[in-house]
């Protein structure tokens, strides 16, 4: 797909999935060169013509957060500099985006801040892919656009599911409209947990689970895990209650070390998304990668058609 009306860039945090995007859009990815001076501070050069182009910047705002935020804004400024058209910030993960609401008293409202920050730079518009709270999306002043990737994730299993019994999961009332989603689009029954968490410790207790899951697999899709914890604790619940198999669709793992926590647990099956990239090694055999680079290609291809 040839089309010099628009430049794909990567940030240093997404670097395969840019080129798995730009591969996709048959286009090569446009050459940004990222260093740091000795004081750490980081030095952004855009070495490709973006002139009256539309720019897309995929940068997964991941640990270290606050540096690829600021790496961001700085991309997005010099191509704003360069007299780029427009500059568009595709966030595969966006980073403080769970801190959409003030939970204890003295707190900031963190995730509308940083907002303000990347707002305050030279972006004009956003994309956020399987944002947790769609509050996230009310705190924006410039245009932002929200996608998910539960299509990639029912596209494989329409594939790949085997003739046996399923069931989908809601991991809880929050998750349930997605969840009644996705089962609904891979033609399965729902069950869903009653559980309770402790505000201040973060411990999840699961109390009972509404819907017949003895006998079968269950799968369940969120938007993502942090620690693993909770998602482990409810596998063996499940497993209690007499399922068979369980598998979870996660478009974002966001804690490096939770992996080998998922390594060791009953999960049957974790597939997720490469927004983030942990290169998992090939012995994490409960594990799989799916990734989202048709997307976030789909997403440029209807946006500059």
């Known amino acids: 797909m040839m089309n010099k009306s628009f430049v794909v860039l990567s940030g240093s945090s997404s670097h395969l ?12 990815l446009g050459k940004l060169e990222i260093e740091e001076f000795a004081n750490r501070e980081i030095r952004v050069r855009i070495l490709e013509e973006v002139k009256d182009k539309t720019v897309f910047i995929i940068q997964s705002t991941i640990y270290p957060a606050e540096r690829y935020i600021i790496e961001l804004a700085l991309i997005a400024d010099a191509a704003k500099r360069a007299y780029a058209k427009k500059v568009i910030a595709i966030l595969p993960w966006f980073g403080y985006s769970p801190q959409d609401k003030v939970f204890r008293k003295g707190e900031p409202l963190s995730a509308e801040v940083i907002i303000k920050v990347l707002e305050a730079s030279s ?6 892919v399987d944002i947790h709270s769609m509050d996230v999306l009310k705190l924006f002043k410039k245009e932002v656009h929200h996608i998910s990737a539960m299509e990639t994730f029912i596209n494989y299993f329409k594939q790949n599911l085997a003739k046996e019994e399923w069931c989908s999961v809601a991991l809880d009332n929050g998750a349930l409209e997605r969840a009644d989603l996705f089962a609904k689009r891979l033609n399965l029954p729902i069950a869903v947990f009653d559980k309770t968490r402790d505000r201040e410790t973060g411990e999840v207790t699961f109390h009972s689970l509404k819907g017949d899951i003895r ?3 269950v799968i369940t899709f969120d938007d993502y895990v942090s620690t693993g914890g909770t998602t482990i604790q409810s596998c063996e619940f499940l497993k209690k209650k007499g399922a068979e198999k369980c598998y979870y669709c996660i478009t974002h793992l966001i804690v490096p070390e939770s992996i080998e926590k998922i390594k060791k647990s009953k999960i049957d099956k974790m597939f997720i998304s490469d927004s983030i990239d942990w290169k998992i090694k090939p012995d994490v055999k409960n594990l799989k990668v799916i990734s989202i680079g048709k997307l976030l290609a789909d997403f440029i291809k209807s946006y500059i058609d």
């Not at 999935?17 to 090569?28: F, G, H, Q, R, Y």
């Open 215 to 217: 006998g079968k697999n």
């Open 17 to 28: 999935l840019s080129l798995e995007t730009a591969k996709l859009l048959d286009v090569n």
């Open 123 to 128: 972006i004009d518009e956003f994309v956020l």
